[in-house]
């Protein structure tokens, strides 16, 4: 019988797994949970951990996350429109209640939600300018880095290279543009 243990495992279980009696693995649970330090922020499926974290320290912990600070402005419909001071207004979808008007937020973005555009899009309500600051080539995908005029920390987007291109055509410095759907945003407070 082939040994279907994980490579460096030393056999049995996988790593990380308890060992059920007689060997191989106990199935996990169908929550995780985060809880840096001790004190659990929140305890939900993997999933939902990642596409709907319920705290900033939740949404840097699971994966790479962009996050834009502002002022909730209104709500109605679903839909909450955050004040970015200088880099405008932006729409947001919200599934629970929204944060009271004039609560600090923060909009959230995982970076493959995002758009990378070499031109203005048309009709995206959610949009920044910036320049193209670094990327980086992975085969199946790429990152980019976005500068941006007001604020601290580059905006990552991830595209995959679903076209095959044997030119290399994005010039570091270069005027870009970054859009995403309200859906795609989280509403964080704080």
């Not at 419909?77 to 599934?95: I, M, Q, S, T, Y």
């Not at 910036?130 to 790429?142: M, P, Q, T, V």
Request: glycine share 14%; proline share 9%; hydrophobic share 40%.
């Amino acid at each position: 019988m082939p040994d279907r243990s994980v490579p460096g495992s030393g056999g049995g279980a996988a790593r990380g797994s308890p060992a059920a009696p007689g060997g191989g693995a106990l199935p996990r649970p169908p929550g995780s949970g985060v809880s840096p330090e001790g004190n659990p922020l929140q305890s939900d499926t993997p999933t939902r951990l990642y596409e709907a974290p319920n705290c900033r320290e939740v949404a840097e912990f699971i994966g790479a996350m962009n996050l834009l600070p502002g002022v909730m402005e209104q709500s109605a419909g679903g839909r909450a429109r955050v004040d970015a001071g200088p880099l405008g207004r932006f729409e947001v979808a919200v599934d629970e209640v929204a944060p009271a008007r004039g609560a600090q937020v923060s909009i959230a973005l995982r970076p493959e939600k995002i758009h990378l555009q070499w031109g203005p899009p048309s009709g995206a309500g959610n949009a920044l300018a910036g320049r193209l600051s670094a990327k980086a080539y992975f085969g199946d995908r790429s990152h980019y880095f976005v500068e941006v005029e007001g604020l601290e920390k580059l905006i990552a987007v991830a595209r995959q290279n679903v076209d095959r291109k044997l030119v290399e055509s994005d010039v570091i410095g270069e005027a870009v543009w970054v859009s995403w759907k309200p859906e795609a945003a989280i509403l964080l407070t704080g």
